[in-house]
């Protein structure tokens, strides 16, 4: 039996071509900075999004905690939507790190209100002031939900009047930007810094970007050794990461139309889905006792992840046509087993 995996796209493998990249990179010291497909992947990203400079780290939670560290002085606050992953998924690590505490807004589908945003920013002597605004697109836990350019753009503008810098979780921006149909770049403009993640929907097996202007890099070089996150011949990982900018987006709007398939199935069964928050790769059904319902499918061949109440299923580059009319049909099975 095949099994059909839906936990997250994080579970690709990397497509032959990456290997062989991976396996003919030039590669250096990168602690060194003498790594030349690193400095070339950086490269790339930092145009690709519209800033200045890059950086290459091994995960997503370390460019989004060198970016808090960078915009944060101890005791400031960070306002971030409600579910948001540095709150949500990247365990303590603010507080532990960069020594700040989180406000979290409400924000449906993902998006705050510009006005509930600005009524949060703290200025007085008896609060934690506020030192940094971040959003995240998508939105994983609002059901990998996009933030439309205009509803940023108000956030940046609340931001700006309030002398705030910006901090935008592009985790998965590359399925926002499809989503939209629109370059990456648009989403990350206005932003101060942006982390994207190349082992997420782009196929990459490690890796983050943290782009920035370049006046932050040196600051941000030492934040990243701090952490461990120092390389030797990342180039390795380098050079699938410039692969999947180049041609991951490619298989991204196929992704969609797979999730957009499942929610599809899931509501004709009668499974509870908010098919509004269906815009990307993601798919939450709200089914009775989560945790026992995914352990029938991994039974049944399917995996996916139970978050609280919900289920949650993603796809990805690595499932076939056929395996999400497969799916459906074990989730239907796996829904009348008592």
């Known amino acids: 039996m095949r099994i059909i995996d839906l936990r997250s796209d994080t579970v690709t493998k990397p497509t032959p071509a990456m290997r062989r990249a991976m396996a003919e990179a030039e590669v250096g010291d990168d602690v060194y900075s003498e790594d030349p497909t690193v400095h070339r992947l950086e490269a790339l990203a930092a145009e690709m999004l519209g800033l200045e400079a890059g950086l290459f780290m091994p995960s997503g ?16 606050e960070v306002i971030a939507p409600k579910g948001a992953h540095i709150y949500e998924y990247e365990p303590g690590s603010l507080s532990v790190l960069a020594g700040g505490v989180i406000r979290l807004v409400e924000a449906p589908y993902g998006v705050p209100d510009p006005e509930a945003v600005r ?39 609340v931001a700006e009047e309030a002398g705030l810098p910006t901090h935008l979780d592009g985790a998965r921006l590359f399925n926002a930007a499809t989503a939209l149909g629109v370059a990456p770049a648009e ?51 380098a050079a699938a990461g410039i692969l999947a900018l180049t041609e991951g987006p490619k298989g ?51 995996l996916a992840n139970a978050m609280g109440s ?17 799916a459906l049909e074990r989730i239907e099975s796996a829904l009348h087993v008592v």
């Open 61 to 76: 939670t370390m460019t989004n905690q060198v970016a808090l560290m960078l915009h944060l002085q101890r005791g400031q």
């Open 252 to 302: 991204l709007a196929r992704d969609h139309q797979m999730a957009r398939a499942l929610a599809e199935g899931l509501l004709r069964m009668h499974v509870e889905v908010d098919l509004n928050s269906v815009q990307t790769n993601m798919v939450y059904a709200h089914v009775p006792r989560a945790a026992d319902f995914v352990e029938r499918l991994r039974q049944a061949g399917v």
């Open 187 to 237: 989403l990350a403009k206005g932003f101060r810094t942006v982390s994207i993640c190349l082992s997420k929907g782009l196929g990459a097996p490690v890796g983050s970007v943290l782009l920035m202007p370049k006046d932050y890099r040196a600051e941000a070089w030492r934040y990243r050794k701090m952490l461990g996150g120092g390389m030797r011949q990342a180039g390795v990982l």
């Open 310 to 326: 919900r289920v949650r299923f993603v796809t990805h580059r690595d499932l076939a046509d056929e395996d999400i009319p497969a």
């Open 119 to 157: 009524s949060a920013i703290h200025t007085s002597p008896h609060q934690a002031p506020t030192g940094l605004i971040a959003l995240e697109n998508t939105h994983n836990s609002a059901g990998g939900t996009v933030v439309p350019l205009e509803a940023g753009r108000a956030i940046q503008q």
